[in-house]
């Protein structure tokens, strides 16, 4: 088949979290199966240019009446099999994508000008393929900033019939967050060139809004989320987002498919960024040896049995940032006062949270945090850790869970979306699981969960390396999920 992903985000050019892992490793395991997969990224500005092959000619978009012109840059996605490689496309406009963020910077965390700039280049898309005349069997868009994609397709390309190019063309979007669908002023919508009958009848209208991603919703072929359980979640009022009527009306449609995590990247036996590879056969001494690294690199106090809890996240409300680090009541400064236990965190995000959060490293000997972004850091946190903290709010899928188990870092997580199909709940009495669960998001439920598994550690410690081997033995590769990828995607063909 011949599928196109239109992302904001790709690994390893532009990312902010877990979309951009999940759009690269999937186009690599589809192409791995022999599909002739190709990925569409804006050219930020921290794309370098050099190394990558400019196609030659301008491209024009019509856009708002007018028409806005753009380069193409054309490079392969690393790690692309040799003989079947994924081209990767960007789409370079200076005055929506060369500067600094994809969607806003610390000044501006919403760039104004979002709806144009990821209208555009939706519009794009279908430009770009007429001008490497190439016509994908499937379509297959992310989050609201491609949603457009599905919209142009259904009521821009596909009724120009069968002497369209596009006539077999299929289309996927997949939701990564509902929490995010680029609600914007209407006015907004005159710049897409549709006509304000789609504005009302594809699904744009919200309270008066324009709401980008329930377009997509209305508009795609098929709609996937990235786990079995958020699909069924996000059908509640609870978790909908206020989508949930629309999910439910296009439930036929829409399915969960649980994200694999890069197993070339994420794999404790090759990784090149710990201090020792390990398999399950050497666990002890390799997270010993990475444990140790991790409290050197952080300032925590060296020791071998004082259990160590990582965490890497985007420092946001959904990710349960406010029971821990709540200045009035976060339960991360109980949990290090009353315990013993070391807390390492890295993330980077809401700025009140990042500073309650070095206030609280500046007071505690044993809770240190990185502010910011690092790869490297992160590999050696799953390595080093005991255990891996993720009191999500709700968690579409979540990757880190997953390199935990790989790692074998417990995960101590929330009963929600990807967590709950992904984590199983320590049983004391018959010693399964693979990590610590609660239901309810509270401080006091963080601080009890956490107080379990760490009594665990100091009173039944054999529990907790069976454990820590069940985890690592889960098969949590690409394979499995890009298979069913490929029979949704057979499913909505049109050829
Ligand atoms: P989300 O996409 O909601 O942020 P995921 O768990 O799906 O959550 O993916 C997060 C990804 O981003 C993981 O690959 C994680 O390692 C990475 N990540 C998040 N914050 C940081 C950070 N500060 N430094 C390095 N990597 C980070
Ligand atoms: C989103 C979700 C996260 C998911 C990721 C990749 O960022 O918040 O749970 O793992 O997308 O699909």
Redesign the pocket.
């Known amino acids: 088949m011949k599928i196109l992903m239109a992302s904001s985000e790709g690994h390893p050019y532009a990312k902010t979290?877990?979309?951009a892992d999940?759009v690269s490793a999937l186009s690599l395991s589809l192409a791995k199966l022999g599909h002739d997969v190709r990925i569409v990224l804006p050219r930020y500005y921290n794309i370098g240019r050099s190394g990558l092959h400019l196609l030659e000619g301008a491209m024009g978009v019509p856009l708002g009446g007018a028409e806005e012109w753009c380069a193409v840059y054309n490079g392969e996605l690393p790690g692309s099999p040799a003989k079947n490689p994924v081209q990767v496309y960007f789409i370079d406009h200076e005055q929506y994508f060369g500067r600094d963020g994809i969607y806003g910077n610390p000044w501006e965390p919403d760039f104004l000008d979002n709806p144009r700039r990821f209208t555009f280049f939706s519009r794009s898309v279908f430009q770009l393929c007429r001008k490497i005349a190439w016509f994908p069997d499937i379509l297959h868009s992310h989050d609201w900033p491609t949603a457009m994609v599905n919209v142009y397709l259904k009521f821009w390309e596909r009724p120009l019939g069968e002497q369209g190019e596009f006539a077999k063309t299929a289309s996927v979007l997949t939701v990564?967050?509902l929490g995010y669908q680029g609600i914007y002023g209407k006015d907004n919508f005159n710049y897409t060139g549709l006509g304000w009958d789609v504005f009302y009848n594809g699904g744009f209208e919200d309270w008066n809004m324009m709401n980008i991603l329930k377009a997509g919703l209305y508009s795609a072929d098929k709609l996937t989320t990235?786990s079995p359980h958020y699909a069924e979640e996000t059908k509640t009022q609870a978790q909908g987002f206020r989508l949930d009527g629309v999910l439910r009306y296009r439930s036929a449609d829409y399915s969960g498919i649980l994200?694999g995590i890069d197993t070339a990247v994420w794999n404790p036996a090759r990784d090149r960024h710990i201090p020792q590879t390990y398999t399950a056969s050497t666990l002890a001494k390799g997270k010993a040896r990475a444990k140790e690294a991790l409290q050197k690199e952080l300032g925590l106090p060296v020791d071998a049995d004082t259990p160590l809890i990582g965490m890497i996240t985007r420092l946001t409300d959904?990710k349960g940032v406010g029971e821990l680090f709540g200045p009035a009541h976060g339960s991360a400064w109980a949990i290090c006062q009353d315990m013993k236990v070391q807390l390492a965190l890295l993330g980077s995000g809401e700025s009140w949270c990042e500073h309650e959060v070095k206030s609280l490293a500046a007071r505690l000997p044993n809770f240190k945090c990185h502010i910011g972004y690092g790869e490297v850091l992160a590999h050696l946190i799953e390595a080093g850790s005991d255990f891996f903290l993720m009191p999500s709010r709700y968690?579409?899928?979540?990757?880190n869970q997953m390199y935990s188990l790989a790692y074998g870092a417990l995960p101590i997580v929330r009963n929600t979306g990807?967590l709950t199909d992904t984590v199983e709940n320590f049983d004391q009495e018959n010693g399964a699981g693979t990590g610590f669960m609660f239901d309810d998001l509270n401080p006091q439920a963080v601080y009890n969960t956490v107080g379990w598994a760490i009594w665990t550690w100091y009173n039944s410690r054999s529990q907790i390396e069976a454990m820590r081997l069940r985890g690592m033995k889960k098969n949590f590769s690409w394979e499995g999920s890009a298979q069913k990828y490929v029979e949704l995607y057979k499913s909505c063909l049109r050829t």
């Open positions: 979290g877990g979309l999940m990564h967050n990235v994200n959904q968690e579409p899928c979540g990757l990807g």
